[in-house]
């Protein structure tokens, strides 16, 4: 039987955890934040980035993919802001991805969804963790028109800034199994979210999708955090 001092120490623990879990939600911005001094994620000649001649291009700041390759950083983040624009044309289909663990399968990262309306898949939709999280609401522009991302990596922790407003903020280690989603429905990921690494590069997906649509990404900047 246990002491009424270890139960304590044992409430006291859970309480501890669950207020540490709460600040690291609560520590993602509400609103996008202003980005001066931030560190341009990718250079204009694109000489820190893993890619090939011709797969991405740079025109008066503007990154454009020209095939369904990704373009990833060679250097690996953990926690971090990310913030960035992007644009799509009719049918576009592409995504931010984060903390790879292997660049070469797309299930290896998280993605964040940057698509024009949604594709065939659970949580296909712009705004969504592929897969595994919806938004809380539809915050697109209209095709042709900049959107804007601000992307919280905090340990366990993914918020999305969505055009000006949060559109989810979750704790990665709330899918707790493999092939499943906290609300129940399925996934195609073979690990569970919460066994997924903490630190890897970041990659913008190229022209993805049957339609092979053009995608348009401006003013990435990122700020790392402790």
């Not at 009424?4 to 690291?24: E, N, Q, Y």
Request: some cysteine; glycine content about 8%.
């Amino acid at each position: 039987m246990k002491t009424p001092f270890a139960l304590l120490r044992r409430r006291l623990l859970f309480v501890a955890g669950f207020s540490l879990s709460a600040l690291a939600l609560s520590a993602a911005p509400k609103a996008h934040p202003v980005t001066t001094g931030w560190a341009e994620v990718f250079a204009a000649d694109l000489s820190n980035a893993v890619t090939h001649p011709g797969d991405w291009v740079v025109e008066s700041g503007v990154l454009m993919a020209k095939n369904h390759e990704t373009l990833w950083t060679k250097k690996s983040y953990a926690n971090f802001m990310l913030d960035l624009e992007f644009k799509v044309a009719k049918e576009s289909n592409s995504g931010v991805f984060l903390h790879s663990s292997n660049i070469k399968d797309v299930l290896a990262a998280l993605e964040i969804q940057v698509h024009e309306s949604q594709d065939g898949a659970l949580y296909g939709m712009v705004g969504a963790i592929y897969n595994a999280q919806p938004p809380s609401k539809n915050m697109a522009k209209p095709v042709g028109e900049w959107n804007h991302y601000t992307i919280t990596c905090q340990d366990s922790h993914v918020a999305l800034i969505f055009n000006g407003e949060e559109v989810f903020n979750v704790d990665l280690n709330t899918w707790t199994e493999a092939h499943k989603n906290p609300d129940g429905t399925k996934n195609k990921f073979a690990k569970a979210l919460k066994d997924y690494g903490r630190n890897g590069p970041i990659g913008l997906q190229g022209l993805h999708g049957k339609a092979q649509a053009p995608v348009w990404y401006r003013n990435i900047r990122i700020k790392e955090l402790p």
